[in-house]
């Protein structure tokens, strides 16, 4: 698949008085997670950071900003509301939670972050994305990405009740669950559609998620890929990280369970 039109990112600024800023992406929260929700919250409490940004699939799915008012979305609206009642919460999406409007933003205190957006704090430009529109070996996702970011089509799938939606969900949950299973590789970001966002945002970093394989990729002539991981500390295997932008530069932090 073709190199899709590079995209001019929205800049965000980071005021003087910040110190550290936190990013993470992928804790996919269910209700059958309470042990990561738990997690996030504290980390959301504890933190020292001055600013968070979530760079999207904060949950596994996400139906619409009415449903918000009760059950599971509810508890998670409250959750990032009292994060954003403490310091600067922004909000990118992804591919699990690309319904998530003005409305939840609003409501909940949160900053949207637009997908790329370019990160300048501390004398460093770092280029954020969600990461899957750089996975172009995937047509199928590709496709399914574009109908799906179509605003006649979320307009349509958000006009219909609430029922229908969450049954939706669980068909397009259950073939996503299916291909991944026929999967033997998965796709990854391309590495020469990054090198070419980074040079058009004048960067040398670029921070994504959505792959769930976190490291560091060195792309030639000083630019470098940082990987987040997913969250998942409700497993045997307890997992999950943040990354930290500092003065000192980037710093990954295992969370503990």
Not at 73 to 101: S, T
Not at 152 to 164: K, S
Not at 229 to 238: A, H, I, L, N, R
Request: glycine residues 6%; contains cysteine; proline residues 6%.
């Amino acid at each position: 698949m073709k190199s899709p039109e590079i995209p001019t990112p929205t800049a965000l600024i980071a005021p003087p008085e910040w110190s550290a800023i936190d990013l993470l992406s992928d804790l996919h929260l269910s209700p059958e997670l309470p042990h990561t929700v738990a997690r996030l919250r504290q980390h959301l409490a504890e933190t020292p950071a001055s600013a968070v940004l979530l760079l999207g699939d904060i949950v596994e799915v996400w139906l619409g900003d009415d449903a918000r008012h009760e059950g599971f979305e509810a508890e998670i609206a409250a959750l990032l509301r009292e994060a954003a009642a403490q310091r600067p919460l922004y909000y990118m999406i992804g591919n699990r939670d690309f319904l998530v409007g003005t409305e939840m933003l609003a409501d909940c205190g949160m900053q949207a972050l637009p997908d790329p957006t370019l990160l300048q704090a501390f004398g460093q430009r770092v280029l954020l994305t969600h990461g899957d529109a750089l996975c172009l070996a995937d047509a199928d996702y590709q496709r399914f990405r574009a109908m799906v970011r179509n605003p006649e089509w979320q307009r349509q799938t958000l006009a219909r009740p609430l029922a229908e939606r969450q049954a939706l969900a669980r068909q397009l949950r259950g073939a996503s669950q299916q291909k991944q299973a026929m999967q033997e590789t998965w796709s990854d970001l391309d590495a020469e559609a990054c090198v070419e966002w980074l040079n058009a945002a004048d960067c040398k970093t670029l921070i994504n998620g959505h792959t769930h394989r976190p490291m560091v990729h060195e792309l030639g002539e000083g630019r470098q890929r940082w990987v987040l991981s997913d969250w998942d500390f409700d497993g045997e295997q307890p997992r999950g990280d943040v990354l930290r932008l500092t003065a000192a530069g980037l710093q990954r932090i295992q969370l503990a369970a």
